[in-house]
C-alpha cells in the first residue's frame, strides 16, 4: 500500500506545509462527487485522525483515511499548470473511467 508525490508534487507540498503553521502534511482521499462518483481531494493536515494510513516521502507525510484508501492505493500525485491554473493531478490506478472533464472516477467495485 502506498501514495507517493512526483518530486514536483514533493516540492509544492513542502512549501506549502512550511509556510502553514499547524500543517502535518498533506490530506488526501476520496469524496462523492461528479458524474462518475468519486472525486480526489487534497487539503492540508492538521491532525491525524484515527484509522489514517500515514506515508512519508523524504520528510512530508501523507494522511489517507481508512475508508478512502482502497479507492486511492497506488496514486501518485503530480502537480502541474493547466491553462491560467495549477493544480494537483492523479494517475490512480483503481480508477476504471473517469468523466469527460476529469473531475471524477469509477472503480470496479462501483460497476458491481
Given at each position: 500500500?502506498a501514495v507517493?508525490?512526483t518530486?514536483i508534487a ?5 512549501r506549502?506545509v512550511?509556510?502553514t503553521?499547524?500543517a502535518?502534511?498533506l490530506r488526501?482521499?476520496v469524496?462523492r462527487?461528479g ?7 487534497t487539503e ?8 489514517d ?11 489517507v ?5 482502497p479507492?486511492?492505493d497506488g496514486?501518485?500525485?503530480?502537480f ?6 495549477e493544480?494537483f493531478t492523479?494517475?490512480?490506478p483503481?480508477?476504471?473511467a473517469?468523466?469527460g ?7 470496479e467495485a462501483?460497476?458491481?
Amino acid at each position: 500500500m502506498a501514495v507517493s508525490l512526483t518530486p514536483i508534487a514533493l516540492e509544492r507540498v513542502q512549501r506549502f506545509v512550511q509556510q502553514t503553521p499547524g500543517a502535518l502534511g498533506l490530506r488526501f482521499g476520496v469524496t462523492r462527487t461528479g458524474c462518475s462518483g468519486w472525486g480526489h481531494i487534497t487539503e492540508l493536515a492538521r491532525d491525524q485522525r484515527e484509522g489514517d494510513a500515514v506515508f512519508e516521502q523524504e520528510g512530508v507525510r501523507i494522511y489517507v483515511d481508512a475508508q478512502s484508501l482502497p479507492l486511492v492505493d497506488g496514486t501518485q500525485i503530480d502537480f502541474g499548470k493547466h491553462g491560467l491554473s495549477e493544480t494537483f493531478t492523479f494517475s490512480n490506478p483503481n480508477a476504471t473511467a473517469e468523466c469527460g472533464c476529469g473531475e471524477s472516477f469509477t472503480t470496479e467495485a462501483d460497476k458491481a
